[in-house]
């Protein structure tokens, strides 16, 4: 069964249609990922689905059911985890604290202010698990606001690990990063997808990336599924090419 299914969703905004009668699935443990040029409505398909925007149209399940009009908190307590283009994290926390709430929500642990954090010795293990995970565990001390850009984007991944979903939706893990730092973050992500309890739904604009850690790869051209298939099939797809080479908008919209 499907971990995740769309069927025929949409938004409009005004006259504007970002994404048109969309209908995919994604299959417990598989690495897809969506590709396409710059409007195509990659993320805001990935704010649908996340919650973050409520369809026009269309329905979204996760594990067979329905969870359309789910809010953004109900959707991450049934296992949906979101990473977004600009990170998200505690400057003034140390790594590890930042890590450690994360664990502590996941377990539904409020902070108290008198309980010596030594108390959650447990909570701190995990912790130190998914900062191993995400190649920062020399960096538990620091504060997060001297992080380097490509240490606060794993850290960022860290603390999304920590919340224990099983639905990943990243968003450009790389976006912003210097190409110098784009090897660790991609060793991040091939250690998640070789532990092989995660999906993952990837938005990415570096092509290697893609069809090196991709099962099978999704194309969006103007808010519309254009391909889907291995990344072979894709690579191979003449409408694929010539929508990244342009001159496919005409030929595209009058087949739908």
Wanted: hydrophobic fraction near 40%; charged fraction near 25%.
């Amino acid at each position: 069964m499907a971990i995740l299914e769309t069927k025929n969703l949409g938004i409009t905004f005004g006259a504007h249609q970002a994404v048109q009668d969309v209908s995919f699935s994604v299959k417990k443990n598989e690495f897809k990922s969506i590709i396409g040029p710059n409007g195509a409505g990659k993320t805001t398909l990935f704010n649908l689905l996340s919650g973050q925007l409520k369809p026009t149209k269309g329905d979204i399940y996760l594990k067979g059911q329905q969870i359309t009009k789910r809010s953004v908190v109900e959707r991450t307590r049934l296992g949906i985890g979101r990473s977004f283009q600009i990170t998200n994290v505690f400057p003034n926390l140390t790594v590890l604290e930042n890590v450690r709430l994360a664990v502590q929500s996941q377990a539904k642990l409020r902070y108290q202010a008198f309980t010596h954090y030594r108390s959650y010795q447990k909570f701190e293990e995990k912790a130190l698990h998914w900062l191993h995970v995400a190649l920062l565990e020399h960096k538990e001390n620091t504060l997060a606001i001297n992080l380097a850009h490509g240490e606060k984007r794993k850290l960022e991944m860290a603390m999304l690990l920590a919340l224990e979903p099983e639905l990943l939706l990243l968003d450009e893990p790389t976006a912003g990063m210097s190409l110098e730092d784009v090897p660790a973050i991609l060793q991040v992500i091939k250690k998640i997808k070789e532990e092989g309890d995660k999906t993952i739904l990837l938005i990415e604009h570096k092509m290697d990336m893609i069809m090196d850690l991709s099962d099978r790869i999704m194309v969006l051209f103007n808010g519309k599924l254009l391909a889907e298939g291995t990344p072979r099939e894709i690579m191979d797809n003449e409408m694929v090419q010539s929508a990244y080479l342009g001159g496919l908008y005409d030929e595209f919209t009058s087949q739908s």
